[in-house]
């Protein structure tokens, strides 16, 4: 039977230590930390995930605003909702939340963020900063996920580790990290021969498709650790790409859905706040 990762409690220990900071930086520089959150439309799972971390930032002592905007806004109104927070100094770091409305070009807009606000890490700055191997802000899910990895000490030089999903936000982040760490990284995508074969090859199983349990024991090499990013709601209820119970009893190490790769994402999202912070305003003192 496979070691379960717990990121739900390693997140409370991160959002733990982040409140700590949150209160010394106070103390040190009298400014609070702001996270601005754009949220454009009504979208059910996106106010559902900017109430999380609304709620996070509020625990770890961090001001969070919520800029809700109509779903019918114009890319011109919204860039300059982007350049008024990119201007305010009181705001430290900004998310826009994904997906926006088809209209709006959200590459374009996610352009427009200030690269040293963009707790996100989606801005081409901050992407081309990991993959040349000099991470600054970094996206929150898999910078989570290497901190599962390392939080049990799972090695990652030297194995071969292989990652399904190759979006922007989740799989080629995650490739550039895992390299970065000296593993040897496949990339695996919805052309990819033989998934089920190149993802029996792996000692650490990244998985980010969006295809609810689709990836069973067949799929997993005996003492291999998986990491389960999916998230879908199947029946009201939250599955991920990994059938978990058949997944179990193959893996050395596994990340359950929910409480795994899930609450690290908010964890992460709270320290890149930080991190804006510490640039913004402490490397300007
Ligand atoms: N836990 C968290 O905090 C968190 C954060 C972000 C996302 N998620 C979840 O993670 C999942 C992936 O998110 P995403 O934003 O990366 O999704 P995405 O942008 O839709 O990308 C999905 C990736 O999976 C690949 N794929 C789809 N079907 C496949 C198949 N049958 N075989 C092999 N590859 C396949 C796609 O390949 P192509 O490129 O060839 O189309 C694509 O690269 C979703 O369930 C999402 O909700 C969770």
């Not at 596994?254 to 790769?261: A, Q, R, S």
């Amino acid at each position: 039977m496979a070691q379960l990762l717990d990121g739900k409690s390693l997140s409370l220990e991160i959002r733990e230590d982040v409140k700590n900071r949150v209160e010394k930086l106070i103390h040190k520089n009298g400014i609070t930390p702001h996270l601005a959150v754009i949220l454009v439309g009504d979208n059910p799972a996106s106010q559902s995930y900017v109430k999380g971390k609304e709620t996070a930032c509020r625990k770890a002592g961090i001001i969070s605003t919520v800029v809700k905007v109509d779903a019918l806004i114009s890319e011109v109104e919204l860039l300059k909702i982007v350049d008024d927070l990119n201007n305010d100094t009181s705001v430290h770091g900004i998310l826009l939340q994904l997906p926006i409305p088809k209209h709006l070009n959200a590459e374009n807009v996610i352009e427009h963020i200030r690269s040293d606000k963009d707790v996100d890490g989606f801005t081409p700055k901050n992407v081309a900063l990991l993959t040349n191997g000099f991470p600054h802000l970094v996206p929150c899910t898999p910078l989570g996920i290497i901190r599962i990895l390392k939080k049990y000490h799972i090695p990652i030089e030297g194995q071969h580790c292989v990652v399904i999903g190759r979006s922007q936000i989740v799989g080629k982040p995650m490739a550039s990290l895992l390299l970065r760490e000296n593993g040897t990284v496949t990339i695996c995508h919805s052309r990819t021969k033989d998934l089920q074969a190149m993802a029996k090859t792996a000692d650490i199983l990244v998985v980010a498709m969006g295809k609810p349990k689709m990836v069973n024991s067949s799929y997993i090499k005996t003492g291999a650790t998986v990491i389960d990013v999916g998230i879908s709601r199947v029946d009201d209820v939250i599955v991920g790409d990994v059938e978990f119970e058949s997944a179990e009893k193959v893996a050395g190490f596994i990340t359950p859905v929910p409480g795994g790769v899930g609450p690290m994402t908010i964890a992460c999202l709270l320290e890149n706040t930080l991190t804006c912070y510490e640039s913004l305003v402490e490397n300007k003192r």
